[in-house]
């Protein structure tokens, strides 16, 4: 659930996104749902996404760096 919510704070920080929003169905299952108000949806997804990644791979290099 940790990167949904990643992804959802990169919708929101987009104009074109009104709503992200992320919910667990129920806590004793894996069942997570995600709904996106936007113009776009699927392209702001997909923007957000890798938003998301380079944030984890400048992550990955900065805890690299320190640890060696």
Do not use: C
């Amino acid at each position: 659930i940790g990167i949904l919510y990643i992804i959802q704070n990169a919708l929101l920080e987009s104009p074109n996104t009104g709503f992200a929003g992320v919910t667990t169905k129920h806590p004793l299952t894996d069942e997570l749902h995600m709904r996106i108000v936007s113009n776009n949806p699927l392209k702001d997804t997909i923007k957000a996404t890798n938003t998301a990644i380079e944030g984890a791979a400048d992550l990955k290099k900065l805890l690299v760096s320190k640890i060696r």
